[in-house]
């Protein structure tokens, strides 16, 4: 079972960087705002995105799923304290931009993809991330959902089988004992529980003393 469980989990993981390979970045633009600024992505899709502060002046934007396209382009807009946009094409679809600029620590991580509108992102996850996380969440949860009632020990198995034959076989005595104390016995029945034959002597030993005294 651990085993499916991995092999499900490397499957999702191959399945999510397949897709995440056809990711490219198109442009990059730093548009500076009232307090701060914003970094507006254009790429097919989005990307998860790690924060590394180095100062407040200093912002590296770790990319994972993305990859820099060979065309790709930075635009400036009301930006006259940055110094730099540096793009660093890591592989393995990773993408890393290093920003200078004066309190860009705070700034806005925005993707502006063709299949929706603007979407701000925070520093960790993005929106495919908590997708796959979901999926893969529900698939191990059914997985072990349905094997949580298998054990691993074959002697908890066997012993479990033991004391639920037990509880059987009592139950099926009670049930003959309470027929028989039921049953009207008649001058050829054999009964076979000596319980019920101690009964049965004793009332009838109180029954011919009974006559007894009357004579």
């Known amino acids: 079972m651990k085993k499916l469980v991995i092999f499900i ?21 730093l548009e500076g705002t009232d307090n701060s600024y914003n970094v507006v992505l254009r790429s097919d899709k989005v990307a998860n995105v790690r924060r590394i502060i180095t100062s407040n002046d200093k912002l590296t934007l770790d990319i ?14 009301n930006t006259s304290e940055a110094n730099s946009v540096i793009v660093e094409n890591a592989g393995n679809n990773e993408v890393k931009i290093h920003i200078q600029a004066k309190d860009i620590v705070n700034a806005n991580i925005i993707f502006d ?16 991330t908590i997708a796959w996380s979901v999926l893969a969440f529900v698939v191990l949860y059914f997985i072990f ?8 020990n074959p002697q908890e198995e066997i012993a479990d089988a033991i004391k639920q034959n037990m509880r059987n076989r009592e139950i099926a005595m009670y049930k ?15 009964i076979k529980n000596p319980r019920i034959k101690e009964a049965i002597r004793r009332a009838d030993t109180i029954r011919h003393l009974q006559r007894a005294v009357n004579k």
Do not use: F, H
Request: aromatic share 4%; no cysteine.
């Open 176 to 190: 003959s004992y309470k027929k028989e104390l039921l049953t009207i016995p008649s001058i050829d029945y054999k």
């Open 145 to 152: 959902a349905k094997s949580k009632n298998i054990k691993d």
């Open 9 to 29: 989990a490397i499957l999702i993981l191959n399945i999510s960087g397949a897709i995440a390979s056809d990711n490219l970045l198109n442009t990059i633009i």
């Open 113 to 128: 993809t063709p299949a929706s509108s603007p979407i701000v992102v925070s520093d960790k996850v993005s929106n495919d």
């Open 64 to 77: 994972k799923g993305l990859s820099s396209s060979n065309n790709l382009s930075t635009i400036y807009r």
